[in-house]
């Protein structure tokens, strides 16, 4: 069974940049075999959408508050979000999801991943 590890968070100052790794736990899983999702989850507030990207990786969904600062991107064994010109309202644990079926969606960017791991917080403070 996949199970999903987050890595990558911590503090940062406003303006700054993080990357964000999210890779099988298992050794010999084959993590291009998934469809994977970034979400995050600010303090008080419900989890939302952040980045989305196919198995191939010839496919991306956006939330429009991270469109032109944040990038994902996947090799066979992890996917990346590169957060660029990081913002306070950027704060929040960020979770990865895995599914071997993810269906995109304007308003939650992607839907349908099964697979959570147990996330990693990024606070972008000065």
């Known amino acids: 069974q996949l199970h999903v590890v987050e890595s990558g968070g911590g503090l940062v100052q406003p303006g700054g940049s993080l990357t964000l790794s999210c890779a099988a736990s298992e050794s010999g899983v084959i993590l291009s075999d998934y469809h994977i999702g970034w979400f995050r989850q600010a303090p008080g507030k419900e989890r939302e959408g952040v980045s989305c990207i196919g198995r191939r990786g010839d496919s991306t969904n956006y939330s429009d508050t991270v469109k032109g600062r944040f990038t994902i991107s996947r090799n066979n064994n992890a996917v990346y979000l590169q957060m660029n010109s990081l913002k306070p309202e950027d704060t929040g644990v960020y979770y990865c999801?895995?599914?071997?079926?993810?269906?995109?969606?304007?308003?939650?960017?992607?839907?349908?991943?099964?697979?959570w791991g147990e996330g990693t917080l990024v606070t972008v403070s000065s």
């Open positions: 999801a895995a599914g071997l079926q993810m269906s995109y969606s304007g308003t939650r960017v992607c839907y349908g991943l099964t697979t």
